[in-house]
């Protein structure tokens, strides 16, 4: 498994490697597809906490890929992790082959900048774009005052583990308030005990980031256990937070009806999710895992609702890193346009 070459700058010469690389696959898949008994090809994705919305695709895109791709020898496997954060760091000491990560953490590891300065990861290389997550703040209803951030004073929030992206996301947006941080008492701990910590009044609140809707949230609001409400992040939370370095933060919504009892739609704010591996994964490997996640989609909307927003001309809207050359030869496949930028 060689890292991937330098590619020319024209576009000409970029397409002509394109091509010539998918009649090149093609032979190769074919060889591979006759081999009665293929290697066996193990791989890893880390995903996030039980709970939450990472685990559940993470865990229906391995059993997908199994399933369908027996034949060519490809197993893949998915473990439980701390999020966006723990996955970076899985990847790059080649505890994972394939993770999923927010866009915010992708790009600062490929380009060495906000947590990863002076520590670059070159080798991270985009599988493909996916859904959007959306930040959602979980307060008890009887805490909630201006509806806003700023009901968090007094109160414990629970906030992901450590190496979550969570809890550096939840920091970021608490330092946006220019009125002054709220003192707030944050608890790492995991989605699940965060659940019960709230159920018994120990916390108050929980931030959780997911695509809608979030597994445990929705847990959480079918129990009845507390009466339970978001806090919304206006305008200008969402302008500060780009201006501390979340510059892909874009405005995203709860609506109404998402959970039960939820009556009004919740301003929020989000970020693109990606598919990520490194640009050792074996070209065909890669070709065959994006192949087979464009040609299930329908399964994955089974899966998890947020699956619906995956969209093959979507695919690369928002990417910050280079793409894999197994991707890009599917996407050449399919006449997805590619930009220069995200050619290795």
Not at 194 to 223: N, S, Y
Request: hydrophobic fraction near 40%; charge should be positive.
């Amino acid at each position: 498994m060689n890292g991937t070459s330098s590619l020319r700058c024209s576009l000409n010469a970029t397409m002509i490697w394109a091509i010539v690389s998918v009649l090149v696959l093609g032979l190769t898949v074919n060889a591979f597809a006759r081999d009665k008994e293929p290697a066996r090809i193990s791989l890893l994705i880390a995903t996030g906490m039980p709970g939450g919305t990472y685990y559940q695709i993470g865990m229906g895109m391995a059993s997908l890929w199994t399933s369908k791709l027996r034949k060519t020898g490809i197993r893949v496997s998915a473990a439980d992790s701390e999020g966006s954060r723990e996955n970076i760091e899985a990847i790059r000491i080649s505890d994972a082959d394939l993770i999923l990560a927010e866009n915010l953490f992708c790009s600062g590891a490929y380009k060495g900048t906000g947590l990863y300065r002076g520590r670059p990861l070159k080798e991270l290389r985009a599988v493909s774009a996916l859904w959007p997550d959306t930040v959602h703040f979980l307060v008890r209803q009887d805490k909630i005052r201006t509806g806003t951030l700023k009901d968090l004073e007094g109160l414990t929030l629970a906030t992901g583990l450590p190496d979550s992206g969570n809890r550096f996301t939840t920091e970021l947006l608490l330092r946006t308030l220019k009125s002054g941080r709220p003192k707030v008492r944050l608890r790492s701990m995991s989605n699940m005990a965060a659940a019960e910590a709230l159920r018994t009044g120990t916390i108050q609140a929980i931030d959780l980031t997911g695509g809608i809707p979030i597994p445990l949230v929705l847990t959480l609001f079918r129990e009845g256990t507390q009466q339970l409400g978001f806090l919304e992040i206006p305008e200008e939370n969402l302008e500060a937070v780009r201006q501390e370095g979340w510059h892909d933060a874009f405005r995203s919504v709860i609506p109404a009806g998402t959970y039960p009892g939820q009556e009004k739609t919740v301003n929020s704010v989000g970020q693109l999710n990606v598919l990520a591996t490194t640009a050792a994964l074996d070209p065909q490997v890669v070709y065959a895992l994006t192949k087979t996640l464009y040609e299930n989609l329908e399964y994955l909307a089974k899966v998890h609702p947020a699956c619906r927003q995956i969209d093959l001309q979507k695919a690369l809207e928002g990417l910050n890193i280079p793409l894999h050359r197994g991707a890009i030869l599917y996407f050449t496949e399919r006449n997805v346009k590619i930009p220069e930028r995200l050619f290795p």
